[in-house]
C-alpha cells in the first residue's frame, strides 16, 4: 500500500473515526437508516431472485439437455400428435420428450398427517420413457427408482414416482387428483422442487390432469452439431402457430415479469430509503465540519492540505456506507429468508421456493450505500476551504460565516433544480417500470435545492422564533449563529413529514384507483369458480353440469359463464378473459360501447394498455395470435385502464375464446340474486352444488361473494405497499432521535453561553423556553416545508404508479396528512424537552469555568 | 474587519536570525498576533515582502503554503491545541502524518521528542490525562518533529501556572539555542508578560503595527 494512502487511512482512523465516539447518539442515528436501506435492498434482491432463480432451478431440473421446448399456446395443451410430427420431420432432435405438467392433490387420508389434514398439493410431471435422454434431475430421479423397464406395464398405469417430500411411502395407495394411484418408489435428495414432486408414465399423468391426448409441452434434445437455431426455424415451420417453440427457460422471465410491478415498487422504496439515510450521514458530517472546525483549522495551521481534509471527511462517510451496508446485508438475508419460508409451497401448485440470493447482491448494495454516503458528503465537505488555519490561533466556537458559499449553492439550487424537472419528465413521459426512479431522483433534486436555500429557510426560522417574545428572541440570534445546525433539524422534520405524507398518500390513492380500476369486478352476487379466493380462475374448468344446477336454486335471478385463460404469446403471457352479453365485468364497463359491441360480437379483442404496450399495438391495429388452433387475426378494439397481471390482459367474447383456444366450458360463474333472496341461504346452497361437482381432476371448486373478491384484490395491493409503510416508521423513529440528539448538542455545545446568561440572571424558565422556542420554530419551518415536498410527492408518486401500473391513480389528499404534522411538530417539542431541562439545570459557576 | 479597515501592521520592517529566541511585546491591539500570523504564512499581507528562510511567503498559493507550515515552520498555541482522541506521542507525529508519511516510522523519533521535554514517560497518555504543562510540552515537541527553522509561540504560557510557565520558557529557549542544529533555530514567542519576555534574547516591541 502507498505511503500516502496509508497514512490517509491513518489520519482517518486516529483523527475521524475516533471522533465518531463523542457523538454516539449522532452516528447511530444515521447508522442505522444506512443499515435499513441495506437491508432492505438485500430483502428485495433476495425475495425476488429466489422466486425466480427457484422457478429456473425446477425448469433446469426438469429439461436438463433439452435446448427448445414446444409450449402449449394456452390452458387447453397442445395435441400430442405434434411430438410424433416433429420425431417424423426434423432428424437434427435427438430426443422429442413430451411433458405433461400439473398439479397433484393428494388426499388427506393417505399422507402422513392422516384424516382430517388439508389436501397436499406437489407439482405433478408425467413424461414417457423418452425422459431418459434428459440429463436433468428428473431422469435422474426416475432412473435411481430402478429403470422404468423394471416396472410393468400395468404397474405404470397406476404407479407413480415420488419424492421424499410428498410424505408417501414406498407401496402406499394414495388417491391423487381423485384418483387412486400406488406408490411405486421414493426417490431420494431433494433437487426436484425440494423433493416435493409426483412423476407420472404419461398415460397416468394425462388421466390425472384431466388431459387426455394433450400435453403441456415437448423438450427438444439436440444432435451433437445441430444449431439450435435451425432447428427452432424447422419446428416453428412444422408447429405452424400451433403452439410456441421458446427457450425452456421461458417461464423463469415469465415469473420475473408477473412480479415485475411489485418487485419495482419495493425497489424504489428502497431507493428513497437510500437517499433518506444519504441525508442523514450529509447532516451528521455537515454538523460534524461545523463542531470540529477548531481542529481542522489546527490541522491546516499544521499544514494539512485541504484537500487531505476532504479526502478525510470522505473517507469517513465511506466507513458509515461500509458498516452500515455490511451490517444490513445479514438482516436483509434474514428478512428475505423470512418473506420466502412464508410464501413457500404454499401456492396452489406446491411449487416450493428456495432462497437464493445472487452474489452480486450483497456488492450491490454496500456498493450503493458508499456511494450515497460519499456523494452525500461532498457538499458538506466543502465546507472544509472556508476554514482559515489563523482560526486555530482562537479560542472557543468559530461561529459560522453569514456569508453565502454562493458558488456553491447556486450550483447545488441549479442541478436541484433541474433534477426535479427531470424527475417530472420521467414520470409523466416515460412509460413503464423506467419511471419508479423518478421517485428517487425527485428526492435527491428537492434534497439540493434546499440546501441552496438554506439561508432562505433558517431566515424564516429565525423570523418565527423571534415570534416567542423574550426568549423567542435570544433563541433566533443561536439559530443565526448555528445556520447549518438549524437547517439540518429542520429539513429533518420535513424529510419525515414528506415521505409519510408521499408514501402513505400515495399508496392509499392506489389502493382506491385499483378499486376503481377493477369496478364491475363486485358487481355479481356470487361467483363460483375453479380456483381459490385470491387466484385467477384459468383453470381448469368447471364441470359442465355445475351451471344449470346452480341455476335451478331458488333466489337465483342469473348465471353467467366465463373463462379466464392464460395465453402465451412467445415468451410472455398475458391473462385473457372471455366475456357474454351479459357478464358483469371491469372490461366491459371501461369499454366504449361500440367496442364492447364489437368484442361481443367476436369483431375484435379489447386489450389493457399494459398489453398494448407489450404487444407495441394501439387501437385499430391487426394482432396476429398464435392459438392451438392456428393463427389467427384480430383487431384492436379498445385500450382500457386495468390492473396490471403477467405481460397483459385482454377481453373477448367467450364463444371465440373457446373456439380459437379449444376449450369449451367456463372457468367461473357469476352468480346474481333475485330481489329479496336470502344471500345465506343461496350461498350454503352454491357451496353444496360446488362439493358435489369438483372440476377435472377432483379439483375442489371455490364459491365467494363479489364483495369479497373486490376486497382479496386491496389486500393484495396494500401487501405490496407494507414495506413503504415499514419505511416510513423507520424514517420518523430515526427523524426523531437525530432531533433529540441535535437539541441536546446545541446545549452541550452552548454551555457557557447558557451559564453566562444564568449569571446574568436568566431565570431557568427563560432558558427552558428558549430552548423550546428554537424547537418550535425549527418544527413550525420544518413542517411546512414537508408538507409542501410531501404534497409534490405525493402527485409524483401517483403518476409513477400510473405509468408502472397502467392503473390511472387518481390524485386524492390524505387527512391523514395532519396526523403527521401533528405528530412531527410533537415529536420535536418533546425531543427538546430533555435539552430544555438540560439547560435549565446548569451548574452556573462550572459552565463559565468550561473553556 | 466586517466593513471596517485595520491596519493590524503598517510598514513594519523586521529582519530576525536564526539561533535565537525572540519575544514580540506590546499592548493589546499592536499587532503581536498578526506579526506572528504572517511569519507563519497564516495570513498574507496586504502589501509587502516577508522571506522567511529564503522563501517568499508572498509567492505562495495555499497547497505551497500548507507545505511550508508543515516543513519549516513549528506552532505553540496558547490553547495547547491538542488532538483529544490521540495520544502523546501520536499528537507529536501528527504533522509526520499530515505530510503523508508513515504514523509508526515517525514514532521513535516522537518518543525522542517527548523523552527530550521530560515526558517520556507519558508517551501513550492521552491529553485529558496531561496537565496544562505537560500538554504544552507535548505541543513543543510536535513543533521540533518536522526539524522546522522557525517555532512560533503565542501566548505559550498565557494558560499556565508561574512555575510551569517558567519551566516551558526554559524549554523554549534550549530548543533556541540547540546546538545540534547547524543553521540554529528562531524562536518568535508573542507574549504581553514583561517576565516571560525576559527570558528571550531580543525583545520586540510592536506598537501600532510597526516595531517601536
Given amino acids: 500500500m502507498s505511503a500516502p494512502l496509508l497514512a490517509g487511512l491513518t489520519r482517518i482512523r486516529l483523527i475521524n473515526l475516533r471522533e465518531l465516539r463523542t457523538h454516539r447518539l449522532r452516528v447511530l442515528t444515521s447508522l442505522s437508516v444506512v443499515v435499513v436501506s441495506s437491508a432492505l435492498l438485500i430483502a428485495v434482491l433476495g425475495t425476488y431472485g429466489s422466486m425466480t432463480e427457484s422457478v429456473r432451478q425446477f425448469n433446469a431440473s426438469i429439461s436438463g439437455a433439452a435446448k427448445l421446448e414446444v409450449t402449449a399456446i394456452g390452458d387447453a395443451g397442445l395435441d400430442a400428435g405434434i411430438a410424433g410430427e416433429i420425431r417424423a420431420r426434423v432428424p437434427g432432435a435427438r430426443a422429442v420428450v413430451p411433458m405433461v405438467r400439473g398439479t397433484a392433490r393428494i388426499g388427506p387420508d393417505t399422507t402422513a398427517g392422516g384424516a382430517g389434514d388439508d389436501d397436499r398439493t406437489v407439482p405433478l410431471l408425467g413424461s414417457d420413457f423418452r425422459v431418459s435422454s434428459l440429463s436433468g434431475d428428473l431422469r435422474k430421479a426416475v432412473a435411481d427408482s430402478g429403470n422404468q423397464e423394471g416396472f410393468s406395464r400395468d404397474e405404470l398405469a397406476d404407479g407413480v414416482i415420488v419424492g421424499p417430500r410428498t410424505g408417501l411411502t414406498k407401496g402406499q395407495t394414495a388417491t391423487v387428483n381423485g384418483t387412486v394411484v400406488t406408490v411405486l418408489d421414493v426417490v431420494s435428495g431433494d433437487t426436484l422442487n425440494g423433493g416435493a414432486f409426483m412423476f407420472a408414465y404419461l398415460d397416468l399423468a394425462q388421466r390425472l390432469t384431466a388431459t387426455q391426448g394433450k400435453l403441456d409441452s415437448v423438450l427438444i434434445v439436440p444432435r451433437d452439431g445441430v444449431p439450435v437455431a435451425q432447428l427452432r426455424t424447422e419446428i416453428t415451420r412444422i408447429v405452424d402457430g400451433r403452439a410456441a417453440v421458446v427457450d425452456p427457460g421461458y417461464r423463469a422471465k415469465q415469473l420475473e415479469t408477473a412480479t415485475s410491478v411489485t418487485r419495482d415498487a419495493t425497489l424504489l422504496v428502497s431507493l428513497i430509503s437510500l437517499v433518506i439515510s444519504a441525508f442523514l450521514v450529509f447532516n451528521t458530517m455537515n454538523m460534524a465540519v461545523a463542531s470540529r472546525r477548531q481542529s481542522m483549522a489546527m490541522l491546516r495551521a499544521l499544514g494539512a492540505k485541504r484537500g487531505h481534509l476532504v479526502a478525510d471527511l470522505l473517507g469517513e462517510s465511506a466507513v458509515y456506507g461500509l458498516v452500515g451496508g455490511l451490517i444490513g446485508v445479514p438482516l436483509g438475508i434474514l428478512g428475505g429468508r423470512v418473506t420466502v419460508s412464508q410464501g413457500s409451497g404454499d401456492s396452489s401448485h406446491g411449487m416450493v421456493m428456495q432462497y437464493h440470493l445472487p452474489v452480486s447482491a450483497p456488492v450491490i448494495a454496500v456498493l450503493a450505500c458508499v456511494l450515497a454516503c460519499v456523494a452525500a458528503t461532498m457538499l458538506a465537505a466543502r465546507s472544509v476551504f472556508a476554514v482559515a488555519p489563523v482560526e486555530a490561533m482562537s479560542q472557543g466556537e468559530v461561529a459560522e460565516s453569514a456569508a453565502q458559499r454562493t458558488v456553491a449553492r447556486w450550483a447545488a439550487g441549479l442541478l436541484g433544480a433541474a433534477v426535479i424537472i427531470g424527475a417530472f419528465i420521467v414520470a409523466l413521459q416515460v412509460p413503464g417500470r423506467s419511471a419508479i426512479v423518478a421517485g428517487a431522483v425527485y428526492a435527491v433534486g428537492v434534497l439540493l435545492l434546499c440546501y441552496a436555500l438554506t439561508g432562505q429557510l433558517v431566515w424564516l426560522v429565525v423570523r418565527v422564533a423571534n415570534l416567542f417574545s423574550g426568549p423567542g428572541r435570544l433563541a433566533a440570534v443561536n439559530t443565526d449563529r448555528a445556520p447549518r445546525r438549524a437547517w439540518a433539524t429542520l429539513m429533518t422534520v420535513a424529510v419525515a413529514i414528506a415521505v409519510g405524507m408521499g408514501t402513505s398518500g400515495a399508496l392509499a390513492n392506489m389502493v382506491s384507483s385499483m378499486s376503481g380500476s377493477l369496478d364491475g369486478l363486485d358487481d355479481p352476487d356470487f361467483y363460483v369458480a375453479s380456483q381459490p379466493l385470491g387466484e385467477l380462475p384459468t383453470d381448469p374448468l368447471l364441470a359442465p353440469a355445475i351451471a344449470e344446477q346452480i341455476r335451478q336454486v331458488p333466489g337465483v335471478a342469473s348465471v353467467s359463464e366465463g373463462q379466464w385463460a392464460t395465453v402465451n404469446v412467445g415468451e410472455a403471457r398475458i391473462i385473457v378473459q372471455g366475456l357474454t352479453a351479459d357478464a358483469l365485468a371491469p372490461f366491459m364497463k371501461k369499454s366504449p360501447p361500440e367496442a364492447r359491441r364489437q368484442m361481443l360480437a367476436g369483431e375484435g379483442m379489447v386489450f389493457s394498455k399494459v398489453l398494448a404496450r407489450t404487444l407495441d399495438v394501439s387501437t385499430g391495429d391487426t394482432v396476429r395470435l398464435a392459438t392451438p388452433t392456428g393463427y389467427r387475426e384480430t383487431r384492436v378494439l379498445a385500450t382500457v385502464d386495468y390492473v396490471s397481471m403477467e405481460s397483459g390482459t385482454a377481453a373477448m367474447s367467450l364463444d371465440l375464446l373457446r373456439d380459437w383456444f379449444d376449450r369449451d366450458g367456463a372457468t367461473y360463474l357469476q352468480v346474481m340474486l333475485s330481489e329479496g333472496a336470502d344471500a345465506d341461504q343461496v350461498r350454503a346452497a352454491l357451496e353444496r352444488i360446488a362439493e358435489q361437482n369438483p372440476s377435472a381432476g377432483g379439483a375442489p371448486v371455490d364459491v365467494h361473494s363479489g364483495a369479497q373478491a373486490i376486497e382479496s384484490s386491496k389486500q393484495l395491493v396494500e401487501q405490496s405497499g407494507a414495506f413503504t409503510v415499514a419505511i416510513q416508521w423507520i424514517v420518523s423513529g430515526a427523524a426523531a432521535i437525530a432531533l433529540l440528539n441535535t437539541l441536546l448538542l446545541s446545549v452541550i455545545e452552548r454551555r457557557r453561553e447558557l451559564g453566562v446568561l444564568r449569571a446574568m440572571g436568566a431565570s431557568r424558565r427563560f432558558i427552558s423556553r428558549m430552548v423550546l422556542a428554537e424547537a418550535a420554530a425549527v418544527a413550525i419551518v420544518g413542517s411546512a416545508t414537508g408538507l409542501l415536498i410531501g404534497g409534490v410527492l405525493h402527485w409524483l408518486a401517483d403518476k409513477i404508479l400510473s405509468a408502472t401500473t397502467s392503473v390511472g391513480v387518481e390524485y386524492s389528499p390524505q387527512p391523514s396528512t395532519l396526523l403527521f404534522v401533528a405528530v412531527a411538530m410533537g415529536l420535536c417539542l418533546l425531543g427538546a424537552l430533555v435539552p430544555a431541562m438540560r439547560a435549565a439545570r446548569l451548574n452556573i459557576s462550572e459552565s463559565i469555568a468550561q473553556e | ?212
Fill in chain 2, 1 to 212: 474587519m466586517g466593513d471596517q479597515t485595520v491596519r493590524a501592521l503598517d510598514g513594519l520592517d523586521l529582519t530576525l536570525p536564526g539561533g535565537q529566541f525572540a519575544s514580540v511585546v506590546g499592548p493589546s491591539g499592536a499587532g503581536k498576533s498578526t506579526l506572528l500570523h504572517v511569519l507563519g504564512a497564516l495570513d498574507t499581507p496586504t502589501s509587502g515582502t516577508i522571506i522567511v528562510d529564503g522563501v517568499d511567503l508572498g509567492s505562495l498559493d495555499d497547497t505551497e503554503a500548507s507545505a511550508f507550515r508543515r516543513t519549516r515552520v513549528g506552532f505553540i498555541f496558547q490553547f495547547f491545541n491538542l488532538v483529544p482522541t490521540m495520544s502523546a506521542w501520536e499528537n507529536v507525529a501528527l504533522p509526520r502524518l499530515l505530510d503523508s508519511q508513515s504514523l509508526r516510522k515517525a514514532k521513535p523519533r516522537a518518543v525522542e521528542l517527548l523523552e527530550r521535554v521530560g515526558l517520556g514517560d507519558r508517551i501513550d497518555h492521552r491529553p485529558a490525562e496531561l496537565s496544562g504543562g505537560q500538554m504544552q510540552r507535548v505541543a513543543i515537541a510536535r513543533s521540533l518533529i518536522m526539524d522546522p527553522a522557525i517555532l512560533l509561540a503565542d501566548e505559550p504560557t498565557g494558560n499556565l501556572d508561574s512555575k510551569t510557565g517558567q519551566s516551558v520558557l526554559e524549554l523554549l529557549g534550549e530548543v533556541a539555542h540547540d546546538r545540534e542544529r547547524e543553521a540554529g533555530r528562531l524562536v518568535v514567542m508573542v507574549t504581553h508578560d514583561a517576565g516571560a519576555a525576559a527570558f528571550a534574547d531580543t525583545t520586540i516591541t510592536v506598537r501600532d503595527g510597526r516595531v517601536a
